[in-house]
Structures are given as structure tokens and as C-alpha cells.
């Protein structure tokens, strides 16, 4: 059974820093690319990030670039995503989330985990 | 970036009901679309992708059909644990980007 279980969330001030990670299991982990998604308080979803299964490429959503990274540690089976410089704007429900393949060809979700809050606030 | 326009916002229907909703996306994706239905405190779960490909598990009263730039996913007889807020979401280009959502509550 794919599990995904995220955590490291919790309440930061303003221009902080956090470390989100995401624990797969029940799949070869190396063999897909994974996502961070989030969900603030009365929004629709917004994806923020993708690795590849082999970590050699990323991408990111405009609002986070420069402020979060993506990585993975294949060996541990985990995700991650470094976020620097947070605002009131980053307070979502952040979930992890596997794609159907190694590459980030097939930009979909097929499994999700139930997400870690992060608050920012001054 | 693909704006992805998504109606109605909520929609209020009965056991047993069909139920509709639609997205809209500010550019040709061809079949490039997922719906996904989401629960407070559950992972949420893929439904649709390929704009009409059912996923694995996925119960057959839900489908999607659309290309280009309209699209639509039906639950063609509403049960209780369908009660749920759907989102849909372009694949067709980074960044990736979701409609509002739509909330299916009960009437």
C-alpha cells in the first residue's frame, strides 16, 4: 500500500525558515518524481514543486522560487522541501504527492499524502 | 501560466442525483486534465486523468469527458461518501495549475 506521511510543519514568524519531509513507502521511491502541493485557508490547491525520480531535475511555481528547494534521499525513501523566507502568503496545508513515472513527463497525482500545516506568522 | 475557470463553485444535490461540473482552461491543453476529489483531514484522491481515463479503484459512476479547453466530470448517480469538494487540474504545461474547486453538498 503506498503511504505517504508528511511532516515538519508548525508555526514560524515571518522570514523563517522550514524544513518539510514526506516518508514513502509501499513503492520504489526512486522511480518516480514527486510534488509539494499546498492548500491555504478558503484557496484552491497550488502545486510548488517537482523532483524527478533521479532528483536531476526540478521545477518550481514563480511564488517560491528562490525562497524553497525540493530534494530527495533516495536511499531514506524521502522527500523534502526547504523553505527560507516565509511570509503570511506561504500559511497552507502542504501536501506531498507521487507522480505515475520516473520523469516529470506525466505531470499528474496519483497518490497524496494528508498534508502538514505551516503557519507564518509576525 | 494556463488559467483553469471551474463551475459552479458549490452545488447542492440529492442521493441518487447526476451531477456536472466543468472546467475551462485559458488555453488548448488537448487531453492534458485531472479531476481529483478532496475530503477535510484525507489525502485527496485521483479520479480522472487524460481528461476521461478512470483511475485504478475509482468507482465506474464517476467519468470525465472534454479536450481543448472545456471539460467535464459527471457522477452519474451521487452516493453519500461522494459528498466532497472536486478540483481539476492542467497538465499540459508547468507551472501546473488547479480550478477553485467545486463543493458538492447535501440538499
Known amino acids: 500500500e503506498v503511504q505517504l506521511v508528511e511532516s515538519g510543519g508548525g508555526l514560524v514568524q515571518t522570514g523563517g525558515s522550514l524544513r518539510l519531509s514526506c516518508a514513502a513507502s509501499?513503492?520504489?521511491?526512486?522511480?518516480?518524481?514527486m510534488h509539494w502541493l499546498r492548500q491555504a485557508p478558503g484557496k484552491g490547491l497550488e502545486w510548488v514543486s517537482v523532483?524527478?525520480?533521479?532528483?536531476?531535475?526540478?521545477n518550481y511555481a514563480d511564488s517560491v522560487t528562490g525562497r524553497f528547494s525540493i530534494s530527495r534521499d533516495n536511499s531514506k525513501n524521502t522527500l523534502f522541501l526547504q523553505m527560507n523566507s516565509l511570509t503570511a502568503e506561504d500559511t497552507a496545508l502542504y501536501y506531498c504527492a507521487k507522480g505515475p513515472t520516473v520523469t516529470t513527463d506525466l505531470p499528474y497525482f496519483d497518490y497524496w499524502g494528508q498534508g502538514t500545516l505551516v503557519t507564518v506568522s509576525s | 501560466d494556463i488559467q483553469v475557470t471551474q463551475s459552479p463553485s458549490s452545488v447542492s444535490a440529492s442521493i441518487g442525483d447526476r451531477v456536472t461540473i466543468t472546467c475551462r482552461a485559458s488555453q488548448d491543453i488537448r487531453n492534458w486534465l485531472a479531476w481529483y476529489q478532496l475530503k477535510p483531514g484525507k489525502a485527496p484522491k485521483l479520479l480522472i486523468y487524460a481528461a476521461s481515463s478512470l483511475q485504478s479503484g475509482v468507482p465506474a459512476r464517476f467519468s470525465g469527458s472534454g479536450s481543448g479547453t472545456d471539460f467535464t466530470l459527471t457522477i452519474s448517480s451521487l452516493q453519500p461518501e461522494d459528498f466532497a469538494t472536486y478540483s481539476c487540474q492542467q497538465a499540459n504545461s508547468f507551472p501546473l495549475t488547479f480550478g477553485q474547486g467545486t463543493k458538492v453538498e447535501i440538499k
Open positions: 509501499g513503492f520504489a521511491f526512486r522511480n518516480y518524481a
Open positions: 523532483i524527478s525520480g533521479g532528483g536531476d531535475y526540478t
